[in-house]
């Protein structure tokens, strides 16, 4: 049976490819959606690996929630309320979270529609480039229910509240170039160039010192959750810590060595 999550690894990369082309993509997929978790979990615990990549084949990235199932019932959608909602809780919720405190960069590269919970995957990543093909939408209102994966919550910090609303209250699809111009994305680049970009991007990033990148990270995801006053002194301690391992000697020497050739 093919895998619907392939993981490739490469120089302290890893691609991450949801791999189900006849749901393009759908997350809420049972065994879709347990693998990618596995998949994350796994590489969370990888000391190879210091950046990871995220993509969906064929026309999309990811299309979210299983529509079909939705109507059926079946599937994370079947049961009464309160199974549902613990079906959210111990299914989808599960990759959420585990994205959302995950301690490597994440980069989505965005290849084609990235609709409902898809959406919210792409805005879990850290940074977001997507092909001239790429799609948006968080849709769910238009299903009559609500963002029900965290992208109301992370939306309003990389567009703003208005815009935020806009899309959420709407839930119109926009295409890449407006994704761009509200911070949405970084870059967008053809649709063949896509993933060559985002590996270039993925290794400057892991040229650098693991545990240095995972406390920026730290820091970066630290604004949400403590005050400034506080943010500083994580800063310090780590800074302090930092000042004494072997990789900031090395960097230094390299940098006095560039300096002197100068």
């Known amino acids: 049976m093919s895998k619907t999550i392939v993981v490739t690894k490469n120089d302290g990369v890893a691609l991450i490819q949801m791999n189900n082309a006849a749901t393009m993509n759908a997350i809420t997929e049972p065994v879709m959606l347990e693998e990618a978790i596995n998949a994350f979990e796994e590489i969370q615990r990888d000391d190879t690996i210091r950046v990871c990549v995220l993509t969906g084949v064929d026309r999309a990235f990811c299309s979210g929630g299983n529509v079909k199932d939705m109507l059926n019932r079946e599937k994370m959608f079947a049961g009464k309320p309160l199974e549902l909602q613990e079906g959210y809780r111990k299914g989808i919720h599960r990759l959420s979270k585990l994205m959302y405190v995950f301690e490597k960069p994440l980069i989505a590269a965005v290849n084609g529609a990235a609709v409902g919970a898809g959406f919210d995957l792409a805005m879990l990543c850290d940074i977001r480039i997507a092909s001239k093909k790429a799609r948006f939408a968080s849709n769910f209102v238009n299903l009559a229910v609500i963002p029900g994966d965290g992208a109301a919550w992370l939306l309003t910090k990389v567009v703003g509240a208005q815009r935020a609303a806009e899309l959420v209250l709407t839930g119109r699809m926009f295409k890449a170039d407006e994704s761009l111009e509200m911070g949405l994305l970084l870059k967008v680049v053809d649709e063949d160039k896509l993933i060559d970009e985002a590996m270039i991007l993925a290794d400057s990033i892991a040229s650098k010192p693991i545990d240095v990148l995972r406390i920026a990270k730290r820091l970066l995801n630290s ?27 090395i960097a230094l020497e390299q940098f006095f060595n560039r300096t002197k050739k100068r």
């Open 223 to 249: 604004t949400d959750r403590v005050s400034f006053s506080d943010h500083l002194d994580l800063c310090s301690a780590n800074q302090a810590m930092l000042h004494h391992t072997p990789e900031h000697e």
